[in-house]
């Protein structure tokens, strides 16, 4: 995620839940908090071109559309989903879990040793998800949603070595089933910008 991205992440998450970021907290996770790693989820898709532009050699335009987008914080060996949300229009069809995985991917690459999520008791949709990656709820947090005093479950996935490779196992046939590129678990973080007198 850049903050090219904020304006339409912004407009998913608004559409997604009753307490929203704003959009200077994306602001903040991508370019100030030296935790966080913010991605996004895009659709990317080749335009039609005519055939002329093509026989002269033209790049095909591309169209890119976010769909959904994710945060992760990387505190002391332990990284903790902060958000993940798709599209209401995209949802059911593979895309959270896309997201989901790469995540999970990526606190792999931080060497975390679990992976904390915390999620409302009523959204069973987002725990289906999170079981089906072996999530388990290890607490159950009393009024954690300020809107409505609904409790949230604290799930956890323990990354020891076993848990690794069934999760990689998983990985590699989300990957032969719904084809993605993933350029979110291996790049660095960008250097964090520093304020200051020096
Ligand atoms: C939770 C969310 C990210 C899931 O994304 P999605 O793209 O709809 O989910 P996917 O299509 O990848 O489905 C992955 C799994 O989620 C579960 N799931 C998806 N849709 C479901 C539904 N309608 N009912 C129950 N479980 C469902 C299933 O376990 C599914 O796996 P399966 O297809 O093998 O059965 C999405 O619904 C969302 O953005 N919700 C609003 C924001 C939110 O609640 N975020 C979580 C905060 S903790």
Known sequence: MTLADVTDVSSIDRLSFDIPWSKSSYDYEITDS??????????????EMPFWQRWLGWEEPVTRHIVGYGG???????????TIAVHPRGRGRGWGEILLAGMIQRSITLRASEVVLEVRVSNDRAQNLYRKY????????????????EDAYEMHLHLESEATARFQRRYADLLTRRPFS?????????????????
């Open 34 to 47: 030296e935790h966080s790693h913010m991605v996004v989820l895009e659709y990317r898709k080749q335009d």
């Open 134 to 149: 072996e999530f388990e709820t290890e607490r159950i947090l009393d009024a954690y949603y300020r809107n409505n005093n």
């Open 72 to 82: 992760l914080w990387n505190v002391g060996g332990e990284a903790h989903i902060s």
């Open 182 to 198: 993933n350029e979110y678990s291996t790049v660095p973080r960008p250097p964090v910008k520093r304020q200051g007198f020096f």
